[in-house]
């Protein structure tokens, strides 16, 4: 323990100090003690992935006093982790502006990897210490090392316990994210409740790309509005953020962020069912016929996100599942199952009430059935409904499915 001591006494005048351009001395052991406290992690994380530089936005976002708050931010500047420039309000209250130093910005790898321990923590009781190491020897007395709680190292002599037999590895959980209709995560079966916005918003974006992507284009593309420098920020904050049950879902390799591979997306089934329904050399699948399948290609993909990246994803869904539907309505109906082929009829026509293929898919449909009135009152509303949105007639290819059973116009009403 002594030698701890005296390593950790040694090493301070061993550094050069450091002085920033407002002539503050910068010691790593300085700046340690200056931001090793609840109130100042806090205060340093607004500023470093927020670009919190305002007295009053720092006590309005962090909810400290601001005797407190005033302290901390004095204790940045002396540490060389903050420049300061005073001023007020135009009431009169103190408005300094704090601004971090290279330094400071420097602190950002070390509050991330701090979020990301703390997070590990929760998932578990947090004992009274934590030990930091110990070497088992066949002796039964050892001396243990750990943090006491006002955080200096302390030691006790302690019976080492027989080591415990290895747990066993849990069974893989299966995990699963929905995008089509509305986002959801389920881990083994089960919702996850209230996950954080940032996590879903990391798990979608990830799961419209089924392959590793850099985290310099996935900053960008997320956080358009910001600098490259603001994105990566911006993508590292959430990531140290993510919530216990989407760490899990996430893999983070040398291209770039992915979704583990056991993850399974409602999004890439439904498309991979939309172009198995469009190899016509092939006879469907049972199961790509059934309601299930139906119901799956009538979802919209996150209908009530904006993001551009969501937007551009969730059209090309609509052109799949569109041409995917009138080809589930055909086999359906050569099957002889000619109501559940009405079904994905109507439900392409709910993807695009102009689509002219789609009314015809229902009625060919009705034609099949017999029923030449409910062909006719299809193809009269989409022509009416053609006419009046867009000034157009309908072609020949679906005008031809009905001239038989047309009326032709009276000479009263040509004229």
Known sequence: MKLVRAAAEESEPSRTAQHDRAGNNFTPSRALEAVGERWSLLIIREAVFRGVTGFADFQRRVGVEPDILAARLDGFVGAGLMTVERGSDAHGQRD???????????????????????????????????????????????????????????????????????????????????????FELRVSGAVVPALSVGSQRLLAFLALHDRAVARIAMAGVMWPEVSDERAGISLRSALSRLDAATRD???????????????????????????????????????????????????????????DW?????????????????????????????????????????VEPLRESAHASLIKVHLAEGNQSEALRVYERYRSMLESVLGLEPTALISGLVSSIRRPASPESRA
């Open 249 to 307: 879902a996430i893999l983070s390799a040398s291209p770039g962020l992915s979704l583990a591979e056991a993850v399974v997306v409602d999004l890439r089934d439904g498309q991979a069912l939309a172009r198995r329904l469009m190899l016509t050399e092939h006879p469907p699948r049972e199961a790509d016929l059934s309601p299930s399948a139906v119901a799956l290609l009538s979802l919209e993909l996150l209908p009530d996100w904006y993001d």
């Open 310 to 350: 969501v937007i551009a994803e969730a059209e090309d869904w609509r052109q799949l599942r569109m041409s995917a539907l009138e080809a589930q309505a055909g086999f359906l109906a050569a099957a002889g199952r000619l109501a559940e082929a009405a079904g994905a009829a109507r439900a392409a026509m709910k």
């Open 96 to 182: 300094d502006s704090y601004e971090l130093t290279q330094n400071g910005r420097n602190l950002e790898p070390v509050i991330v990897a701090l979020s990301t321990w703390a997070d590990s923590w929760a998932v578990s009781p947090v004992t009274e210490r934590a030990i930091l190491t110990v070497t088992p020897t066949e002796a039964d007395d050892q001396e243990m090392y750990g943090l006491g709680h006002n955080g200096a190292f302390v030691s006790e002599p302690r019976r080492f316990p027989a080591p415990a037999p290895a747990p066993a590895a849990p069974d893989e959980l299966l995990i699963e994210i929905s995008l089509l209709g509305s």
